[in-house]
């Protein structure tokens, strides 16, 4: 395709970095260029543009909101732009934010040292490809409406699917986690990163939230009614924790099905934590005196310290993939899955590992002391006939 015609929108808090950037791509070509000093900025560069931007050239290391959280925003935002990443950072460090962006779903193109040299910006535009198919997948479905959202969930089209979680010791299926679907009459099977933050932003993730919990609770009962007994998770929007009698409910749903709420899992993810912790604190704190597992998802993605995991009462931590598949090759998410495992163990938690897909991983997870696996490696998510005939021929990982 033709590179000059790109919109770029280029992210450095340096002046003299934006400026040699534009220059580098003027030579290129390219003068549909804007350029943003911080994540802020272009994020609202990104909302206010008339057309959207093919390629964001961003720093990583900036005040304010740094490459990392610039590229969570963006993946909330369904941002499909190409992704460049510019950083002084050593290449471990770009290596992993890679990762990131790949887990994010973004659409990364590639990483540049700096000092950014014309060659290997050109290379990298010259792999552009517009919208990928992934964003236009049924998985991330654009323009959905809030009254379609209403209407789905008022005629029940809200699905759930299980992802077993294997013990590393015995090969056993210890639990599962139950992820949301949407049976849309027209547009088909959708994915939650088509619903989810459509429900977060337009105020009907509490009602979701209880919705799926609900029935997580119902056919948990019916599985132990069958003899099945298994952890069970599920996801917690951050916001619902702080819903009036959220606890309660929680409790009286779970009791209602006969579930020991030890073997309730309440996942949030570590991004959504960090930016409420003390809001939800105190409902943590009384889940937990009530014995339900806490887990603290996508660990990896935030930037959650000793310090503050120390005071949140979590029982489990779950390791995003972004930091398991393919680890053994990659010393960057090597490293984080090292430490978050040694942060685990220090504190006594469950250690579940997200995202193992071959032997390799599975293996490399066992020998660093990983408790639980949860990955294609053993088992996709299922509905649950699919799950129920897993069981009773699975004999281990092979
Ligand atoms: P999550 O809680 O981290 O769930 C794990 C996601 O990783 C699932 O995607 C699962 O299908 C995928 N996954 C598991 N193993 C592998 C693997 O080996 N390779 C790869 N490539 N992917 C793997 P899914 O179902 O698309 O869910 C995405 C996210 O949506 C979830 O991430 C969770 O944050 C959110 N979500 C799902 N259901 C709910 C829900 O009921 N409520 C809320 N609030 N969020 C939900
Ligand atoms: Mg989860
Ligand atoms: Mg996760």
Known sequence: MDVSSLKILVVDDEAFVLKL???????????DVVT?????????????????FDVIICDLNMPEMDGIAFMRHAADKDVSAGMILLSGEDERMLETAKDLAAAHNLNILGVIPKPLKPDALSNLLNTFQPATAAKQSNWHQEGISETELINGMDSDQLLLVYQPK???ATGEVTGVETLARWMHPERGLLGPGAFIPLAEQTGHIDALTCAIYKKAMQQAGDWLAQGITMKVSVNISVNSFTLPDF??????????EGMDLANVVLEVTE????????????????LRMKRFALSIDDFGTGNASMEQLKRIPFSELKIDRAFVYGAAQNAGARAILESSVTLAKSLKMDIVAEGAENREDWDLLASLGVHTVQGFYCAKPMKNEDLLAFLDTWTGPH
């Open 21 to 31: 950037t534009v220059r580098i791509l003027a030579k290129l070509g390219l003068d």
């Open 36 to 52: 943003a000093s911080n994540g802020l900025v272009a994020l609202d560069e990104i909302d206010n543009a008339a057309l959207p």
């Open 166 to 168: 294997v013990s590393i």
């Open 247 to 256: 606890t309660d409910f929680l409790i009286e749903t779970a009791q209602n």
């Open 271 to 286: 991004t959504q934590v960090m930016d409420n912790a003390l809001g939800i604190l105190e409902t943590l704190m009384r």
